[in-house]
């Protein structure tokens, strides 16, 4: 991961990136939730998640298609800017942000498709989800596989 504000940990690691799924929260939100109405608890966070996908006669293309729809599919979900993924042959970043009931939040993802072999593929993505009234640059986390 490029890009981790400071003050935000590792919280949860089920194994290596390319396995499960790791989970990065913001410490200085997490601290302040006993503090807090029910109704207020939310903790930004990001989550890198990645699969390996075996024998698929698609090209990685169409894969990288899929990772794209599913994020612009997501209810109450709106892009606001797509922009090239500059180190992956097959990667997006979309920016965008997410209607709840704690009110809009930061909500991004950088989707990367790895070719492993002949038909088989590592879908990896990393999904951001923050209060807007961060004084961080949310926008600049980026998934390095």
Do not use: C, I
């Not at 499960?20 to 989550?47: C, G, H, T």
């Not at 298609?65 to 606001?80: H, K």
């Amino acid at each position: 991961m490029d890009g981790l504000p400071d003050g935000w940990r590792k919280v949860r690691q089920d194994a290596d990136l390319v396995t499960v799924s790791d989970l990065w929260l913001s410490k200085s939100e997490a601290e302040l939730q006993e503090s807090l109405d029910p109704s207020e608890r939310f903790v930004s966070n990001a989550m890198a998640t990645a699969w390996r996908l075996a024998d698929l006669p698609v090209p990685a293309d169409h894969l990288l298609q899929f990772a794209e729809a599913m994020t612009l599919g997501v209810p109450g979900w709106e892009l606001r800017e797509r922009v090239s993924d500059t180190r992956n042959d097959h990667g997006v970043v979309l920016l965008g942000t997410l209607e709840s009931p704690f009110g809009p939040l930061v909500s991004n993802a950088h989707s990367v498709v790895l070719t492993v072999g002949d038909d088989e593929y590592v879908l990896a993505q990393l999904a951001v989800t923050a209060r807007p009234d961060s004084d961080l640059n949310l926008d600049a986390l980026r998934l390095v596989p």
